[in-house]
């Protein structure tokens, strides 16, 4: 299939025990500590410059320096200098340095539904996919995993689909979820979001950019059933792209497509409610939505995590 969904699990998990022994003593000592912003004073886990300050715990943390905010967690992690970039951000960070074997591209439901003119007369979602190239080839030439993250419902999706979903998706409950859209401009649509239908892949271009990166490795592909990939309701808590996530021990989120204030921003706060470090990047975002819900997500996110542009992380990737 052109955009199959694909997620191959690990066949080995490495616990790293005595990282994990060594960071469950080190969390021990830190309890009687300050619980947020540590020194080196009050840790011995977690080597840091004399200048710097430690956010977090052993599992989880940030080295704040004046070069920025190192999320790479080398000491938990073992990071090489190869893998880690200085990525400029937006607000009151510099910066951000990152691991590249950590970190995802999360591209998020640029699908026909959403971009195709024949359905979606405002150009705004077409206008980033030069730009949405131009990043997904950089995390490529890094190493760094593009994850297509899609609406893909199947059968029992639709058996167990919120009543609030359903309504928001159509305005009556024979043209929502599944409901067969007919022929638009010549072309088979098929039924409304449901996996391998046309209305469901990838826009334009964008297409045989995925399929093109499953095909060789460098991409994923993540049908979900919710605004986040990272929820699936009561019958899926545990979606593909949470699951690939833990098991690859991925830390850094980057974020663009559409909308910017619904299923983006539903995406990115999950991640963040996780323990996730996210990104925004506002220039492969859009949405059509009033320009108080990009205001929204903006501010939001720039206090969770950080807002950033593809024209500052591509020429950073190098």
């Not at 539903?266 to 996210?278: E, H, P, Q, R, W």
């Amino acid at each position: 299939m052109s955009h199959r969904a694909f997620y191959q699990r690990s066949h080995t998990i490495n616990m790293r025990p005595l990282a994990y022994v060594t960071a469950l003593l080190a969390t021990i000592v830190l309890a009687r500590s300050k619980p947020t912003s540590l020194t080196t004073s009050n840790t011995t886990c977690i080597n840091s410059p004399s200048n710097a300050t430690v956010w977090g715990n052993a599992f989880n943390y940030w080295i704040e320096t004046s070069e920025g905010m190192d999320l790479t967690r080398s000491q938990l992690y073992g990071s090489s200098k190869n893998t880690t970039k200085v990525i400029p951000v937006n607000g009151k960070d510099r910066s951000i340095i990152i691991d590249t074997k950590r970190t995802l591209l999360c591209i998020i439901d640029m699908q026909n539904f959403f971009l195709h003119p024949a359905r979606q007369p405002s150009p705004v979602g077409r206008d980033v996919v030069p730009a949405t190239i131009k990043m997904i080839n950089a995390f490529r030439k890094n190493d760094i995993k593009v994850a297509w993250t899609n609406w893909g419902l199947d059968e029992i999706d639709l058996l167990t689909m919120p009543s609030a979903f359903l309504r928001g998706f159509g305005p009556t409950p024979d043209t929502t979820f599944g409901s067969d859209m007919g022929v638009i401009n010549g072309m088979e649509w098929g039924r409304l979001l449901m996996r391998h239908q046309f209305n469901s892949q990838p826009w334009g271009p964008l297409h045989a950019l995925q399929v093109e990166g499953v095909e060789h490795g460098t991409d994923l592909y993540f049908n979900k059933n919710r605004l986040s990939g990272l929820s699936g309701g009561l019958l899926k808590p545990m979606t593909p792209l949470r699951l690939y996530i833990q098991e690859n021990d991925i830390t850094t989120v980057f974020f663009g497509g559409v909308n910017t204030d619904q299923c983006v921003f539903g995406a990115m706060i999950d991640a963040y409610f996780l323990g996730l470090d996210v990104i925004l990047v506002e220039d492969i975002s859009a949405t059509t939505s009033p320009n108080y819900a990009t205001e929204m997500v903006v501010f939001n996110i720039g206090g969770d995590g950080w807002t950033a542009n593809s024209t500052a992380i591509v020429p950073a990737l190098g």
